[in-house]
């Protein structure tokens, strides 16, 4: 019933992606770094106690309670090594280095997640406008917003806070021509 449900919801969230003008750049993802990633993503529920237990007062604050960390403050503002950024409570791929680029806010800004897919998006009203907040998909974590005054070829700038994600730092291999 649960995997049925889910499998409504990405219908719709591919139809909604195919009547969309504009979305082809938006939709094209980092060939690099979706080797083997699946559309579909099985959720993780947790209680309030178990991330409690497993993330920090700062982790906690952040992606359970959708706090804010404070700006130019993140460990992996100024990283600019190769690699994938990932969900800090479950591990899930979310950004490319390759999509990381400096926006001057004092947060990690990425112009577009690795896939679509693994961004679950939602509007708040915490500052009294409208914001759409990105989470990850999987554990519905809070990672920070998605703006649209990111450079091209999307046109998106997904803040996000470092305290929400984790680095993978690529192996070093040859770069590509
Ligand atoms: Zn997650």
């Known amino acids: 019933m649960r995997i049925s449900f889910f499998s409504f919801l990405t219908l719709l969230l591919i139809i909604s992606v195919a009547c969309t003008p504009k979305t082809q750049d938006i939709a094209k993802v980092n060939p690099a770094a979706v080797v083997d990633l699946p559309d579909k993503i099985e959720k993780i529920v947790k209680t309030e106690k178990e991330w409690k237990s497993q993330l920090s007062e700062q982790e906690y604050y952040v992606i359970r309670d959708k706090g804010t960390e404070r700006p130019h403050t993140g460990e992996l503002l100024n990283i600019k090594d190769a690699g994938v950024y990932t969900c800090k409570a479950c591990g899930l791929p979310l950004f490319s280095s390759d999509t990381k680029y400096e926006s001057g806010t004092g947060w990690p800004s990425y112009y577009e997640p690795i ?20 989470m990850c998909a999987r554990c519905e974590g809070h990672l920070g917003h998605v703006f649209n005054d990111g450079p091209k070829p999307t046109g998106l700038r997904y803040c996000i806070n470092s305290v929400s994600l984790g680095f993978d730092k690529a192996e070093k291999s040859d770069d590509q021509p």
Do not use: F, N, Q
């Open 115 to 134: 896939k679509k897919e693994y961004i679950k998006e939602d509007t708040d009203y915490d500052l009294g406008y409208a914001r759409t907040e990105v």
